[in-house]
T-cell receptor, first 113, second 108 residues
Framework: NAGVTQTPKFQVLKTGQSMTLQCAQD?????MSWYRQDPGMGLRLIHY???????DQGEVPNGYNVSRSTTEDFPLRLLSAAPSQTSVYFC????????????FGSGTRLTVV | GIQVEQSPPDLILQEGANSTLRCNFS?????LQWFHQNPWGQLINLFY???GTKQNGRLSATTVATERYSLLYISSSQTTDSGVYFC??????????FGGGTRVLVKP
């Protein structure tokens, strides 16, 4: 049971480049979400999904796209990377019903130069 | 959205000491959770505790939902307890909002 798997662990991009951060879970969780963590600012929600085919915006969605074609996968796309997107990105998943906590992936450290 | 305030922001403990971390919410929340982020950055779910009290080893948590706060107790602290502790909760909807965290350093 791998839990939540994020790839890559580290990435350096040039301004204007695009890339996709991968997130996969093998727990059959309905709910998946992406957070970014910046120094001194805690975790901020970017996008989330309550099931395949359903996504919605979080607190800081600008510059990011998501899709949820399967229950297992929830990729995060950076369309045109900017230095302000330098951050650590975490993917999390959980069952939708009450009583279940979130499981986090190990994170992707992204630097945009 | 809801505001989540954690206190204190920083805490230095001598190994073996006890401590209490606090989390206040600006509105009623459900799905209240506590997390520990270790020095390597991994986020671990400690408690799912929308109300009442739970204990897991040397850690325990209490949530008083009617007064919109939660407490995390660390007893007999160890150096492995170092890291950042986050609380998070959901108001209406599906957005889990995090507090700014309490950074804990346990000295041997």
């Amino acid at each position: 049971n791998a839990g939540v798997t994020q790839t890559p662990k580290f990435q350096v991009l040039k301004t204007g480049q695009s890339m996709t951060l991968q997130c996969a879970q093998d727990m059959n969780h309905e709910y998946m979400s992406w957070y970014r963590q910046d120094p001194g600012m805690g975790l901020r929600l970017i996008h989330y999904s309550v099931g395949a085919g359903i996504t919605d915006q979080g607190e800081v969605p600008n510059g990011y796209n998501v899709s949820r074609s399967t229950t297992e996968d929830f990729p995060l796309r950076l369309l045109s990377a900017a230095p302000s997107q330098t951050s650590v990105y975490f993917c999390a998943s959980s069952y939708s019903g009450p009583g279940y906590g979130y499981t986090f992936g190990s994170g992707t450290r992204l630097t945009v130069v | 959205g809801i505001q989540v305030e954690q206190s204190p922001p920083d805490l230095i403990l001598q190994e073996g000491a006890n401590s209490t971390l606090r989390c206040n919410f600006s509105d009623s929340v459900n799905n209240l959770q506590w997390f520990h982020q270790n020095p390597w950055g991994q986020l671990i779910n400690l408690f799912y505790i929308p109300s009442g009290t739970k204990q897991n080893g040397r850690l325990s948590a209490t949530t008083v939902a009617t007064e919109r706060y939660s407490l995390l107790y660390i007893s007999s602290s160890q150096t492995t307890d170092s890291g950042v502790y986050f609380c998070a909760g959901k108001a209406a909807g599906n957005k889990l909002t995090f507090g700014g965290g309490t950074r804990v350093l346990v000295k041997p």
